[in-house]
């Protein structure tokens, strides 16, 4: 190992380091030390966090496999297994199964933290544009797709817009022969903002007791309110079992009881019918 310059020649060190990732992510570079040459500024680098999930790791049930398109776009696709279509059809508009808006949001909460950890995140003008309607011995194949662009929310935290379409796979036969062709059919869109910096949300404990002595008294709603109804909800889609209700209608607070089945609902499904349960 060279120690001193020999005449008319620099010493030059350099070094080599590696990292090897318990993941399978390596990284290598290699360490110069600098010539005597005039100093020039260095070129700016870019850089971008890319996430990488385990191939081993278990997919959800609702999202799916995961594929990254080019830099901003991400999609994830799943068939909706015999458990996830029979817990939905439980939500029933009229007595015809359907999946209801509140799937759609459950669904962005493990995408948003698939590609960005634990964030906060908001979502805005979200439309309905078709409903999906759930059928026995049919599993519906269900795509999310988000396209991300960098952006400023009106508080200066610096943030992450996301536009959300949420797809189906519909097979459509041609008239007059047996030939079919598969076709994504669009049923909701919405905007999502993903904040990135460490945003402390500050919550306070609500005393149940005061709120309901000041909204008035108690209005019971079990399965004599849902008689009333002209969708025939059932299983946890049936659980409004109490409401308390300002004179004016403009604050309600609820009561949702749900029963203990034998075999325990997973928590992205009951975070549907819990979300919906909320707005009867």
């Not at 360490?31 to 278990?58: D, G, N």
């Not at 799916?64 to 799943?78: D, F, K, L």
């Not at 209700?245 to 928590?267: I, K, N, Q």
Request: overall charge negative.
């Amino acid at each position: 190992v060279p120690t001193s310059e020999a005449a008319g020649l620099e010493l030059t060190l350099a070094a080599g380091v590696s990292s090897f990732g318990f993941g399978g992510t390596n990284a290598h570079c290699v360490l110069k030390s600098p010539s005597k040459a005039p100093e020039k500024a260095a070129p700016t680098l870019r850089w971008e966090r890319l996430a990488y999930s385990w191939r081993s790791e278990m997919l959800h049930p609702l999202l799916g496999e995961y594929t990254r398109i080019g830099r901003t776009s991400h999609s994830w696709t799943a068939k909706w297994d015999d458990e996830v279509v029979s817990f939905l059809s439980n939500h029933r508009v009229r007595n015809i199964p359907l999946v209801p808006g509140t799937c759609y949001m459950e669904m962005l909460a493990p995408a948003v933290e698939q590609l960005y950890g634990d964030k906060s995140y908001e979502l805005r003008d979200v439309r309905f544009e078709r409903i999906l309607y759930l059928e026995q011995d049919k599993n519906p194949t269900v795509r999310v797709n988000m396209t991300t662009s960098a952006g400023e929310v009106s508080n200066n935290d610096l943030a992450t817009s996301c536009q959300v379409t949420i797809e189906s796979l519909e097979k459509r036969s041609s008239a007059g022969d047996a030939t079919s062709s598969d076709q994504w059919v669009c049923h909701a869109t919405m905007q999502l903002q993903v904040v990135n910096n460490d945003v402390k949300v500050s919550s306070s404990i609500i005393d149940l007791d005061a709120l309901r002595d000041k909204l008035g008294p108690r209005s019971a709603c079990g399965s004599t309110f849902y008689e009333t109804l002209e969708n025939a909800y059932a299983g946890e889609f049936r659980s409004l079992e109490a409401v308390w209700m300002s004179t004016d209608r403009s604050e309600a607070l609820g009561l949702a009881s749900f029963s203990s089945p034998a075999v325990p609902t997973p928590p992205y499904l009951q975070s549907c019918a819990y979300l919906d349960v909320a707005t009867h």
